[in-house]
Nanobody, 128 residues
Framework: QVQLVESGGGLVQAGASLRLSCAASKRTFSNYAMGWFRQAPGKEREFVAAITWSGRPTYYADSVKGRFTVSRDNAKNTAYLQMNSLKPEDTAVYYC?????????????????????WGQGTQVTVSS
């Protein structure tokens, strides 16, 4: 089974940028659709972004649209989440997730139930 490891989180000020990485343990990474989710303290896990095996199409939560960009490099078995213009409300643990049984996203791409493999998460804290 594929393993996912996130990195790139940290403490930044509002307006700053961060790039999160999600490294997969298997070369079959190119066969997986990927998603990013986040969970703030006391809140449920929420969808952030998703990407198919080829990099297109991509999907975003309304709260991050225009600020965040999801991408992937299949040659490096890595997915990315570029986060610009960060806000305090973006503070959360960010998780990447894989649909290891398919390269495509269904209409339920925003549901955590769509993904079968999860990373351990990386903390992003945005100060005002």
């Amino acid at each position: 089974q594929v393993q996912l490891v996130e990195s790139g989180g940290g403490l930044v000020q509002a307006g700053a940028s961060l790039r999160l990485s999600c490294a997969a343990s298997k070369r079959t990474f190119s066969n997986y659709a990927m998603g990013w989710f986040r969970q703030a303290p006391g809140k449920e896990r929420e969808f952030v972004a998703a990407i198919t095996w080829s990099g297109r199409p991509t999907y975003y939560a309304d709260s991050v649209k225009g600020r965040f960009t999801v991408s992937r490099d299949n040659a490096k078995n890595t997915a990315y989440l570029q986060m610009n213009s960060l806000k305090p409300e973006d503070t959360a643990v960010y998780y990447c997730a894989a649909k290891s049984h398919t390269a495509y996203l269904s209409v339920f791409y925003a549901s955590s139930d769509e993904y079968d493999t999860w990373g351990q998460g990386t903390q992003v804290t945005v100060s005002s």
